[in-house]
């Protein structure tokens, strides 16, 4: 992700400006473009968001069709189908701490994840890109992240805490040797580990946290299923 978003994260926000700038494009082309110059940077691939919608007002965001692609450069399995896609990541923000020192996520909640992993006996793809960002994060360094908004302020996101993240409606793909069928399991609906911080975190660290406990999670998920194929 140098932010995972998000995974992201993400992996998603980095929202600790003024309530009014909560409701800015400029904050919402923000979280876009760290997303996927972050995401791109983690699993050298190539990362997309179609959408970033920020409404600082009513407490929610919702970032939408967040997609990770292989690229000729990447040592994942070479497919026509993306690696990973989410249809949505909705967010739910305690408004009352808009205007405390560290701002409250209530939920993250993922919907719609697809996911397409080629496995063999020696592992599976997803196990490549979890190896492939766990080293780029170990290698990342934040930069300044302040923004300028559009009345020329250079605002500095605030500190961020997570309290719950879900992922719902998630499908993995499992794609063997060449000529076998795509295999498709619908994972029930589960919780990522926490990566809340009493102290609270950057956006771009909470985003970089949530997709590598979202890719560990999945790839907990594809050890397990392909045991049995």
Partial sequence: MNKFAAIIFVLLLSCGAALWFLASDSL??????QLQSIGSQLSQQK???ENV?????????TITKFVISPTPLSNIATTKESTLSIAAINLVIDRDSLKEDI???????IDGLSAFLHYNENGNSFK?????VQKNIAQFTLKDNSIESPQQIKITPRFLKVTKITVNSAVLNLIGDK???????KLPSFALKSIDNEAGSPGETIGIKLFEELLIALNNQAALLTKTL
């Fill in 28 to 33: 919402n082309f923000h979280i876009k473009n």
């Fill in 47 to 49: 990362v997309t968001v």
């Fill in 53 to 61: 919608t920020v409404h600082g007002y009513q407490g929610t965001g």
């Fill in 103 to 109: 701002i409250i996520i209530e939920s993250i909640t």
């Fill in 128 to 132: 490549e890109l979890l190896a492939t």
């Fill in 179 to 185: 000529d076998a069928a795509i295999i498709t399991k």
